[in-house]
Each structure stands twice: as C-alpha cells, then as structure tokens.
C-alpha cells in the first residue's frame, strides 16, 4: 500500500504561491537552499519546477503521462521535493523513488556530456518535521544516476511519530546550460522490517565521468567517501552483460578517501555500476554511452588509473618552497593579450608565470599560489569552480578586461596585498 499521494506525479500541478516557474504536483511541497548574498552568481539559484511531459519529452517520464522536473540552468542548486503523510506510530517504513539527472551544456537530450556533478538522494524523517536539514532525516546514500532511470534510491525507517515526512533531493555542485532533475513512481510502504543495510555507510558518492561518452573511450569509476574503503565490489552491467571489476586504487587525501578505476564500453547503450562494501547497501551510478565516429569497438577493460580526486594531496613537491602568481589567459586570448601583459611591466619586475593552461596555472605543493584568471566567462567552462574543485587552495583573482589594453593598466595598479581571492 503507498501511503503517499500523487506518487506518479500524474495527478495534476499547481503554481505553488502562484509562481509560475514554481509548478509542483498536486500533494507535493518545494524546497531548495535560497542564495546567500555573498554566493557566486551561479550558485545556489532558485530551481524552475514544472512537469516533464511524455507527449514532449519521452525520455523523462517512467510511468504515466509525467514526471516532476527541478532543474537550474547556468547554475547550482540544493533543492528537492517533500511530502508529509499519516502513519502508525512505529511502523517501519521504506521509501523508493525513481529519479535522474541531465546535466551538460550541450543540448544533446539523452546525454550528460562533462556534466555538474548532480548527487540524487531520498530522505524520511520518522518524526514528520518540516525541515529538509533535521539531523534526524534518514538519508539513503546518494548517488549520481544520469540520462535515464536506473535502480531507484531506496531507505528505510520506523515512524516515530503518528506523521512522517518524506523528501527527494538533488544537489548540483557545478553550474551547466541544464542541470535538471526528474523524480517519477515515488512510493512509501509499511515493511515488517528494516534493511539491515539502511543503516549503513550514507557519505559515499559513486560517480561516472567521460570526456565523450562514445564507444571506446575510458569511463572513470570514482567512489569518494570521509571513510576508508573496505574490500569494495564493483559490477558493471551494460550492452555487452555484466562484469565484476578489478580492485582499483584507494587514495587518502584532504577531503577523505577515494576509490577510483575506469572501464571501456564496446557497445552503445546504458550501462550501470553497482559499488559494493560488504553489508552496506549497493550504490549504483548509470552512464549513457553513444556510437563512437568510425566505429569504434573494443573489448571492455577495467583497470586502476592515477588518482584525480579533488583534494588530495598529488601535487609534486618543489625543491624549496616560493610564491608562484599565474596569469591564466582564456583559449580564445590571441598574442595582443600577451603584449599587453609585457607592456605591464609585472613579468620584468615580479616575473610571473603567463599561459593557457588552467593545471599548469594550479598545480604545484606550494604554501602560496596565487592565479589571476582573466575573462573567467571566455571558458568554454565554468573556470572559476574548476579551479576551486581541482586546486582547493589556490587563491583566484578573476580580471575583467575588455580590450588587450585595459590589461595593461589593470595589472599596472594591481596590488595583490589588497585584493581579496574569490569566495
């Protein structure tokens, strides 16, 4: 028996407070972290709610002729759905929901090319309360399921009130052209027992990343977690059947522990990794894979590859330490950008690094590295949050210039004593 209403998101919508760009199904409530005036302009912005129709977009309803959409374009968001229903005190409870993110700046509907990192998880707090951050909420584990609906997100939980209410929710870490959610067969049933696994490790986050998503390129496996990694299984099951993964390797850095290997599809279509620690429950993470141009097939290989989490502590050692400032120039920026920077006279006097490269320009175990990013928005990707996620530490100055020369004299009055680093 589901306990909870409209469960198919099929039963008809309503402009929540009359917000047009706010439309919820019937039964549900919306719910998103609001934007703190200090917040990048990208990040944290109010979601656009509205229905995902089949008529219009197959790919996005399960079942029925809808699903829910939560999605921010050009920005991040922390946003989900809720509901708060009756129920027996005591009772144990499971929740499932079917969700799946589409997150890319290209315009490619069945895949998430480079995408924002979209974390999906489902919530049951056995008290009924009306806050989407009580520490009392059991959390499923999060997971980050793209372009299609994988296994669902499930957790269990006992009612410890006559009410419990329960909450979808998706965290988008990086600004894309779309970064939506869709929620569909949602359900809330009593169980004679919990899960035993419910109860499990929730901080691990299994993701999937290709720099094209085609046949014959190397889809990386990442696991990150705040705690070590115990003998983790992983399964991969696609076009071609399934495979059990070799062990990969496990890194311990500044932001925890990180498990990563990588796989090559031969064929196209869904595939699905399934990362398993002993009695915890299985976190699953799917990828879409395209044809390859040409052809392309090859047999599907997994192998452990260098550690690129961000984070950790990889950078080489230098041979005494110094204070490195990088002038990073976007792709785009012709040789009049780099007269303009001689014409400064800051390579003469203080003799810092110029380039294209966003690594080059961040990497490095030094006490003080300082990049000044000009034209962050000429990046054919968000630069500024790449720098903050790949090279945590480095202190960013985005300069904006309009012409080669306004450089020059920026550069000329710049005191980096007195310029506060981003964020």
Known sequence: MNLLQNAGFDAGYRAWNGIEEITVAEGWLPFWVAQHPEDAAWKNRRPVYRPALRALEPYRARSGPASQMVGTSWATHIAGLMQTVSVTQGQPLRLTAYGHAWSTNADVIEQSIDPGNVRLRVGIDPYGGKNPFDGRIIWSAQRVIYDGFAQPLTVDAAAQSVSVTVY???????????????????????????????????????????????????????????????????????????????????????????????????????????????????????????????????????????????????????????????????????????????????????????????????????????????????????????LEMWYPGVKVIPITAVASSDLTSILKSLDLSKVPELG
Do not use: C
Request: aromatic letters at 8%.
């Open 168 to 386: 979808l929710m998706s965290s988008a870490e990086w600004p894309k052209k779309h970064n939506d959610v869709y929620w569909d067969d949602v359900s809330l049933e009593p169980v004679s027992v919990i899960a035993s696994s419910s109860a499990g490790n929730r901080d691990i986050l299994l993701t999937l990343n290709s720099s094209t998503q085609q046949v014959g390129y190397p889809v990386s496996i990442q696991a990150t977690s705040g705690h070590p990694f115990l003998s983790p299984d992983v399964l991969i099951s696609g076009p071609q059947g399934s495979l059990k993964a070799a062990p990969g390797q496990e890194r311990e850095g500044g932001r925890g522990y990180a498990w990563q290997s990588e796989f090559i599809p031969s064929l196209p279509g869904p595939y699905t990794v399934t990362f398993t620690l002993g009695d915890v429950a299985a976190i699953s993470s799917s990828i879409q894979i395209s044809s390859a141009v040409g052809g392309q097939s090859v047999i599907p290989i997994v192998k452990p590859v260098p550690d690129r989490t961000p984070g950790l502590t990889s950078h080489g050692m230098p041979r005494t330490q110094y204070s490195r400032v990088y002038v990073l120039l976007p792709p785009t920026a012709g040789s009049e950008w780099l007269n303009a920077i001689v014409a400064s006279q800051v390579w003469e006097e203080h003799h810092w690094t110029v380039g294209y490269s966003a690594d080059d320009a961040g990497i490095g175990d030094l006490d003080q590295r300082t990049v000044l990013v000009v034209n962050a928005p000429a990046w054919p990707d968000p630069i500024l949050p790449w």
